[in-house]
């Protein structure tokens, strides 16, 4: 892991209500969720970076990762350990109501979710990280 610890995102979750499935979880597994989460946020656009630079966190003058971007790194951890995905996400992406025995749905094409798209799984991740993002709909790619 580039930007956070393991131990570090235990302290987080030691003072988080409803980090039930993180506590549940092997080491391993916390590991892997870490790791994931962090690959995901380097497909991102950030301000201030440059595609084929390193470590996006931390630049500048910047001493250390901000803790707004652990935060986030934690949080997506804990949706993807909750096994939240983001092609539910998108394939629910304007639905804002619909109805079992009636077939019907009710579509709202004004509604923005723009982690989704960033395949992010987390609205909480989403929050702490979109103020260092270049665009919040766009992502970069890396080789």
């Known amino acids: 892991m580039k930007y956070v610890t393991l131990e570090s995102a235990e302290i987080y ?12 979880t092997s080491d391993r597994v916390r590991e892997k969720a870490l790791n994931h989460a962090e690959r995901i946020f380097e497909r991102l656009s950030y301000k201030d970076v440059e595609v084929t630079a390193g470590d996006i966190f931390p630049r ?5 990762v901000p803790a707004r971007v ?10 993807l350990i909750q096994g939240n995905k983001t092609e539910t996400e998108l394939s629910d992406l304007h639905v804002t109501s619909s109805s079992l025995a009636g077939f019907q749905t009710s ?4 509604t923005d979710r723009p982690w989704v798209t960033a395949q992010i799984t987390s609205p909480d991740a989403w929050m ?3 103020p260092y993002l270049l665009d919040t709909r766009s992502f970069r790619t890396v080789a």
């Open 13 to 24: 979750f030691n003072t988080r209500i409803g980090s039930d499935p993180w506590d549940n």
């Open 60 to 64: 500048g003058t910047q001493t250390e």
């Open 70 to 79: 652990k935060e986030a790194i934690y949080e997506e951890a804990l949706s």
């Open 107 to 110: 579509v709202n094409e004004k």
């Open 128 to 130: 702490l990280i979109a």
